[in-house]
């Protein structure tokens, strides 16, 4: 069973860049599709980025097309997601998440999901 921890979280101006990473335990990692998902007070959670097991195919939501990054180092069991002129809307707990389907789209995709960490924005 793959168990994921989330790291990278905080408190940022708008504008700023945060990295946020997913280190994974398990040796199914590398074959597990990799994603990013994100929750906001009084919202449901929603997909941000994925990334397939084989790097190289990478899905994002089109609120963060050309601002996020998702990128995987397999050697690493590591998922990362490099968060670029960040906003206010951007605040949320961010979810790390794994699972068999792709595109990694909706939360029934999801087989194993990290305890989450906080992404706060001010403007």
């Known amino acids: 069973q793959v168990q994921l921890i989330e790291s990278g979280g905080g408190l940022v101006q708008t504008g700023d860049s945060l990295r946020l990473s997913c280190a994974a335990s398990?040796?199914?990692?590398?074959?597990?599709?990799m994603g990013w998902f994100r929750q906001a007070p009084g919202k449901e959670r929603e997909s941000v980025a994925a990334i397939r097991w084989r790097a190289g195919a990478t899905y994002y939501a089109d609120s963060v097309k050309g601002r996020f990054t998702i990128s995987r180092d397999n050697a690493k069991n590591t998922v990362y997601l490099q968060m670029n002129k960040l906003k206010p809307e951007d605040t949320a707990t961010y979810y790390c998440?794994?699972?068999?389907?792709?595109?990694?789209?909706?939360?029934?995709?999801?087989?194993?999901w990290g305890q989450g960490t906080l992404v706060t924005v001010s403007s």
């Open positions: 998440a794994a699972g068999s389907t792709w595109p990694l789209l909706l939360t029934s995709y999801v087989e194993v």
């Open positions: 398990g040796r199914t990692f590398s074959s597990r599709n």
